[in-house]
């Protein structure tokens, strides 16, 4: 069994996951009124209001962080994936929003006590091994003022491993994409191995990420600088085992 958990991916490997043709399949993944109605519940989870300051960490094209703009507050994206910052930045033109998109690192960020909330949505935590992890957390709340929210959405580990799909295919007209899945229970890890037929082309490419469950979070926030933690289900809704997501809410 590959143990990615002693293998980390390299910012190579992600910006190779996250990447041009990613992009080409994700209006089929996440369809825009899909995205209009999870930027609603985000607005409402972290009690947002005109002219508040969001980070959002993990924000690939921006098809949150341009929503949350043009519902008024002040959005400020961070990724790295040179791809996707240009088409978020392309589509925030489109949209006549002002959005601050920055390239780097969520281990490593620049701001202290500037946000008001800030937020790792649609799987975006988890992509490292426990410490570096649990350094995106603590970076996060350092970005926080105080009384901060941070919001993490993610895979119900419960739902997951009773279901554990093994293969997802996501085509777009003659384009297909396949992803192979294998969940490693010694190190709580779910292993993707993605195939891309394109063009009259094969890519293959491979991405990790680590599952937490509630508990887990709470010690990880504590120990971040939160206070309080809160866990929901998809969208907002109340958090149950059979739910798909789990969407956890801090307070600094």
């Known amino acids: 069994m590959e143990n990615n958990e002693n293998n980390p991916l390299s910012s190579g490997e992600l910006e190779r996951y996250f990447s041009e043709d ?15 109605r999870e930027a609603e519940a985000i607005w409402n989870l972290l009690s947002l209001g005109q002219g508040n ?3 959002e960490l993990g924000c690939g094209h921006g098809r949150i962080t341009n929503r949350l703009a043009e519902k008024g507050a002040r959005v400020t994206g961070l990724d790295i994936s040179p791809t996707l910052l240009k088409k978020a930045e392309a589509d925030a033109a489109e949209r006549r929003v002002n959005v601050e998109y920055v390239p780097g690192d969520m281990r490593s960020l620049p701001w202290r006590d500037r946000f008001d909330a800030a ?10 091994d426990d410490a570096e992890n649990e350094r995106v957390l603590y970076e996060a709340a350092c970005s926080l003022r ?25 085509q777009r007209e003659n384009d297909v994409r396949i992803d192979i899945v294998d969940t490693d ?14 063009d009259g082309c094969v890519r293959r490419m491979r991405f990790s990420f680590r599952l937490y469950g509630f508990p887990e979070y709470v010690r990880m926030l504590r120990d971040a600088g939160f206070d309080a933690v809160e866990a929901y289900g998809q969208d907002g809704g109340a958090f149950t085992p ?11």
């Open 146 to 170: 105080k009384g901060g929210r941070l919001l993490i959405d993610h895979l119900n580990r419960f739902a997951w491993l009773r279901e554990k799909p093994a293969c997802f295919v996501v």
């Open 119 to 128: 937020l790792l949505w649609f799987t975006s935590f988890g992509y490292f």
């Open 53 to 55: 300051q969001v980070l």
């Open 22 to 36: 990613y992009l080409h399949f994700s209006d089929a993944v996440k369809p825009p009124e899909e995205s209009d």
């Open 185 to 198: 229970a010694l190190t709580d890890r779910i292993n993707w191995k993605r195939i891309v037929v394109r």
């Open 242 to 252: 059979y739910g798909p997501r789990i969407v956890v809410v801090a307070h600094k």
